[in-house]
């Protein structure tokens, strides 16, 4: 089991920038697949970017070229930056994890994210 915190979330104008950070309390968390997802009111989740243990990440069409995944296992944090926000992208951010081990390709196969944060406030106002 690894535990997730969100942190980052908060008010900012369109135009502006942000980074989440989730920071994992796990000894392995370099062998987790690691995502970002979020969730507006009275929509559903949606995935934003999603990384594997190496770095090697994938984007949803609504963030290509504005967000950025990455990782520090070192201090076992992943991050989300996004650039350019629109009041659209205001919803809960959640990160979310799954145990790939030495399998790399689990981050891509499709594969349910199976732990969870609790999630960070992102609010964008025009």
């Known amino acids: 089991q690894v535990q997730l915190v969100e942190s980052g979330g908060g008010s900012v104008q369109a135009g502006g920038s942000l980074r989440l950070s989730c920071v994992a309390a796990?000894?392995?968390?370099?062998?987790?697949?690691v995502a970002w997802f979020r969730q507006a009111t009275g929509k559903e989740r949606e995935e934003v970017a999603r990384?594997?243990?190496?770095?090697?990440?994938r984007y949803a069409e609504f963030v290509r070229g504005r967000g950025t995944i990455s990782r520090d296992n070192a201090k076992n944090t992943v991050y989300l930056d996004i650039k350019r926000l629109k009041p659209e992208d205001t919803a809960v951010y959640y990160c979310?994890?799954?145990?790939?081990?030495?399998?790399?390709?689990?981050?891509?196969?499709?594969?349910?994210?199976?732990?969870w944060g609790q999630g960070t406030q992102v609010t964008v106002s025009s």
């Open positions: 796990a000894d392995t968390y370099d062998r987790y697949c």
């Open positions: 990384i594997d243990m190496y770095g090697s990440a």
């Open positions: 979310a994890a799954l145990w790939a081990g030495d399998y790399r390709a689990r981050c891509f196969s499709g594969e349910l994210y199976n732990h």
